[in-house]
């Protein structure tokens, strides 16, 4: 059955009601009109039949004291006239008989009616006025009453019928409407209640099918609309429960995929050695591995600020990091080892180098933040181990190499006596190499010193000129021999430095001697000074060979030498250059592009924004 005819036999009962309270109404209504007219007919012609013989009798009554006073004529025209009207009358009557003892009462009007004719005929037959008289008041008048009271009997009769029946009428219209109003009651009652349950019953599946809807919102993706039938709802019901089966299927294996994604990049980043932390675009923390829950003993289930667990240098670390890169500036790679910071574990200390990424959303905005903490543990200890054997063999190598040069020295002047030609050639050699031996101990001297933070450096204040005046002066014979053009240019508002002359003069003339050494003939080394607004800049420019980029980020390390270079250093130039420049609060770099030549470059804040004197 199809709801609309659910709902429509739903309102059957009520419609079933409203058809028999109507029913029940017309066919009381009509009974009670049709009371009226039966009245009039069974009574009322009676009534007037009654009256109207009664006149008649009358009439005839008058008609016989005519007689008796003289008027024989007039008397006999009177009562014939009226004879016949009168047994129209009675016939009328004979014909309405109605109520129980009409019947009775009728006959005996006949009855009487017939005596009184009978009595007026003898009444007639008299001649003589006495003869009439007698038979008048013996007969006729007797005879008279006698009728009269016969037709006021009828007439009686049946006004107290027609009393009886209004009353009656009135009564039965009483009981019709206590009737109607119990007869409407009780089919309203009736009616409605079968209505509302039969709608209940129609529109039961609609709520079944809404409860479904409702825990599926919920997120039960099991609930189901158990709705039978043909009708439309049981339809819906059906379609839905297909949604319904193929939501759950769609979720069963989105969420086995995601949650296998999700299963396979946790044990990606746990499986790294290194402390991994992934921060939200909030900077909350969204996740991190196995190994930052170790090694810093950061953990998602701890909640509120989650960072505070970590040791307060490794979580300066992470904060800065995290501004970085959230705040739009892009990956943050560490500018060398000095940045790792120390964690204290269990099996000793720990050293990590941050390093940032920024997560990209759709639109290519940052969502996100992955620090990666590198343990650089050994390679710190494999730092400080070079410095140990720095130290210790600069100094072990100081003494031997000074009586070694001392020796030489004397040899080569001949104080200990004459030598040959040949001889003065090999110990001019020697004394050549041994005075570059001294060059690289005095270097690892230097880089000891300064690794062990012994490097005192001594500020004062020189104008900026002056120090690159030295440097080219110390170069411009290696230049000349190289032919090589060395120049400077220094800005007219650079203000002086605070410096340590000595040791800055080292680093400039270390930067202009590798630009000389790096340059072919023909080319061009050029020093530029100018002023920044948190110091002074220099650069020194050469139109050399360049520098491989995978090289750039490794000339400043100890020992380092690019494969190819010239013989004689030791890689320790631009290491010790970076120690003074960062003593003094600087920064240093190079930019190059290999075949065109390099830029290396430092700065010097002003003096009262540096940092320390020393290292
Ligand atoms: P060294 O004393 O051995 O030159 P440095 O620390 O001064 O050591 O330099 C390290 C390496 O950097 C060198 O081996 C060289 O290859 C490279 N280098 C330094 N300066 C320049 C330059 N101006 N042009 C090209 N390469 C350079």
Known sequence: MTLRARLLLAQAPLALALLLVGVVAVVTLSQLGRSGPRVLQDNYRSVLAAQEMMAQLERM?????????????????????QRARLESQLRVQEGNVTEPAEDAATLRLRTSWRRYQEAYDGFLAQSSPEGAREAYFGVLEPAFQEVTGAARAILDLNQDAMVRKSEALQRQSARVNTVMVAAVMVAFVVGLFASQSLTHRALRPVSVLSQAVRRLGEGDYAARAVVEGQDEIAQVGRDFNAMAEALQQYRRSSLGELLQAQ??????????PDPVVVFGADGGLL??????????????????????????????VLERVREH???????????????AVRAPLPDGDRW??????????????????????????????????????????????????????????????GVVGPVTEKQADLLFAAREDS????????????????????????????????????????????????????????????EPVDVDPERLGLVLGNLVGNAVKHTPPGGEVEVHVWQ???????????????????QQARIFEKFYRAPGAPAG??????????????????????VSTPGQGSTFWFTLPRREESGPASV
Do not use: C, W
């Open 532 to 550: 920044e607004s948190h110091g002074v800049r220099f650069e020194v420019r050469d139109t050399g060979e360049g520098i491989a980029l995978e």
């Open 435 to 494: 005075e570059r031996l001294q060059g690289i101990v005095d270097d690892l001297l230097d880089l000891s010193r300064i690794q062990a933070g012994q490097l005192q450096l001594e500020i004062r204040r020189v104008p900026a000129e002056e120090l690159v005046d030295a440097a080219l002066d110390a170069q411009r014979m290696a230049a000349e021999e190289r032919g090589v053009q060395v120049s400077k240019q220094v800005g007219l508002d650079v």
């Open 569 to 590: 250093g030791a890689g320790l130039g631009l290491s010790i250059a970076k120690d003074i420049v960062q003593a003094h609060g600087g920064d240093i770099g190079v």
């Open 352 to 413: 990590l180098l941050a390093r940032g990424s920024p997560v990209h959303g759709e639109s290519g905005e940052v969502v996100g933040a992955t620090v990666i903490l590198q343990d650089v543990t050994r390679l710190r200890r494999f730092d400080e181990l070079k410095n140990d054997l720095v130290a210790t063999v600069a100094h072990e190598f100081r003494t031997p190499l000074t009586s070694l040069r001392m020796a030489l020295h004397l040899v080569t002047e």
């Open 325 to 339: 890169v959230l705040t739009g500036r892009g990956a943050y790679q560490p500018r060398g080892y000095e940045e």
């Open 287 to 316: 996740n991190v591995n196995r190994a930052a829950e170790d090694v810093l003993r950061l953990s998602l289930e701890a909640g509120g600020d989650m960072l505070g667990q970590v040791v307060p240098e490794a979580r300066a």
């Open 263 to 272: 299963a396979a990049s946790q044990a990606a980043i746990d499986s790294l």
């Open 61 to 81: 009554d008058s008609g016989a004291l005519f007689i008796i006073a003289g008027e024989r004529q007039r008397g006999l025209t009177q009562q014939a006239a």
